[in-house]
């Protein structure tokens, strides 16, 4: 027997592959699916079933694809709706791979047609689950408000999770696997452990869903208290997971197109497209594109394409760094931003040699930052999560999420420069090409963020771990 974790970082992402005697299942396959393929061939199996724990929210999942490609049947649990050729299993179903068994366990309540899945080995015995999000390491899966349902509240989601954890997890055996959906940093849960796999002993010890500390009220409160609104693309990525989608390769095919500096220039006088530079802060804040926005592929970038484009059919030209084309085009893809028109022909270099101009912003690393806090009146804004302000930032600052900012940047009120900070330099290079799009002028990155701020010798009475401030001279 084996069973391999595939980890996409990018969406905190799991999928498996499992193997026994010439018979191959996966789990939760993501877009891009020859990887699976060539683990079968590698093996000497064939694929036989591709088992969908949910209609993912903040992915697109290859499901659709590696079942044309090798005639694998994809299997639902109950309640699952999708327009396209499945099983939709009842709860205790058992299906054979190999000498091996696999039974559909329905665990709703992340969403209604939530299923986690009980291998078990050659001897019959459970041996590993794969949860889904219906539990992860630490934390559970939020109601998937992302679906909409007409006629279930986000409580009474989390009431459903609570049975489901409580009377099909949690009587199982201390010894099984835990092989959940996701790992750290998915906004599919709150607060998950940086491990991504474990045993139901250790869960059942320090998982809050698992070791009695809650009540069902009392869990109920914990996970629907202050949830945020789900990004505008999770909705768009359920909707191609229940009805289908272009296969990856023909997205490839349709956005590995080079665009000249003429071509670029002609396209960008529509309004509507988008220029996203992928490469890394560094780069961007020394020289990028008028009205380009940044997103490296050095950070989270699929997530952050999503958050701040919202809607899946934008139309996007790529600035990237020569051979990193490809890569930004399948995580675009992962999350069903399928219209990419193409990518700078030889990039910010060939396009500055053929005449063309360049901006950069003015950053300042901590250091410098403090120098000019102790001694000024300053306007700070900080872009971090609510969550990551509320637990420290620095007095007087001006808390604006970077997924909200597009919305909530009339609420700043600038009268000089405005100094811009995440965590550690990342988005807040993102906000601010976003504001410079927007018009906001005047705006200085601090170059290694709250975490370089918190390491120089600033007076403690500069921080504040309260939202209720006022705008005080430091």
């Known amino acids: 027997m084996k069973v391999e974790q595939i980890y996409t970082s990018c969406l905190s992402q799991a999928s498996y592959f499992v193997e026994n005697n010439g018979e191959a299942i996966v789990i939760d396959p993501i877009r891009e699916v020859d990887q699976y393929i060539d683990m079968a061939k590698t093996n000497g199996c064939i694929i036989k079933y591709i088992f ?5 929210a903040d992915f697109v999942s290859g499901h659709v694809t590696l079942s044309k490609k090798t005639n694998a049947q994809i299997v639902y649990g109950p309640n699952a709706n999708p327009d396209y050729k499945c099983i939709i299993a009842s709860d205790g179903h ?6 091996l068994k696999m039974e559909v366990l329905h665990t709703p309540g992340h969403t209604l047609e939530s299923c986690s899945y009980l291998l078990y080995n050659e001897d019959n ?3 590993a689950i794969f949860t889904g999000d219906t539990l992860f390491l630490g934390d559970v899966g939020i109601p998937d408000v992302a679906q909409r349902y007409k006629n279930t509240t986000k409580e009474e989601l989390a009431s459903i999770l609570y049975d489901s954890i ?21 906004a599919c849960g709150k607060n998950m452990m940086k491990e991504t796999v474990d045993t139901l002993k250790n869960q059942k010890l320090k998982n809050y869903a698992l070791n009695g500390k809650f009540s069902k009220e009392d869990f109920v409160k914990e996970l629907t208290e202050n949830l945020p609104e789900p990004p505008a693309y999770f909705p768009l990525n359920v909707k191609l997971n229940q009805t289908g989608y272009m296969d990856f390769d023909t997205v490839l095919e349709n956005s590995m197109k080079k665009i000249n500096s003429k071509e670029f220039k002609e396209l960008i006088k529509n309004p509507q497209i988008m220029i996203l530079d992928t490469r890394s802060s560094k780069d961007f804040i020394k020289s990028h594109i008028k009205d380009s926005i940044f997103i490296g592929l050095e950070g989270r970038f699929a997530p952050w ?7 899946i059919n934008t139309p996007i030209i790529l600035v990237c760094n020569e051979g990193s084309q490809k890569e930004a085009i399948t995580r675009l893809s992962r999350i069903g931003f399928d219209k990419c028109l193409g990518f700078l022909e030889g990039g910010i270099k060939k396009w500055t040699r053929d005449g063309n101009r360049t901006e950069s912003l003015e950053t300042l690393n ?15 804004l900080d872009v971090r999560r609510e969550s990551e302000f ?3 930032h620095i007095e007087g600052a001006k808390n604006i999420p970077l997924g909200n900012l597009k919305e909530k940047a009339k609420d700043i009120r600038q009268r000089d420069n405005l100094f811009i900070h995440c965590a550690a330099g990342y988005r807040s290079v993102i906000a601010i090409s976003i504001l410079r ?6 705006l200085i990155n601090i170059s290694d963020g709250f975490n370089g701020i918190l390491q120089r010798d600033l007076n403690e009475s500069c921080f504040n771990s309260s939202l209720e401030t006022t705008c005080n001279n430091i």
């Open 305 to 311: 394409v999503g958050e701040i484009f919202k809607d």
């Open 437 to 442: 799009k927007m018009g906001y002028n005047k």
């Open 390 to 392: 509320k637990n420290k």
């Open 125 to 127: 015995e459970p041996h």
């Open 366 to 380: 901590s250091k410098s930052f403090i120098d000019i806090l102790k001694l000024n009146k300053i306007d700070i």
């Open 52 to 56: 969908q724990t949910h209609f993912h």
């Open 166 to 186: 409580n009377t099909k997890i949690k009587p199982l055996s201390d010894n099984l696997v835990v092989y959940p959906g996701h790992g750290s940093g998915s």
């Open 94 to 99: 058992f299906f054979e791979i190999g000498n």
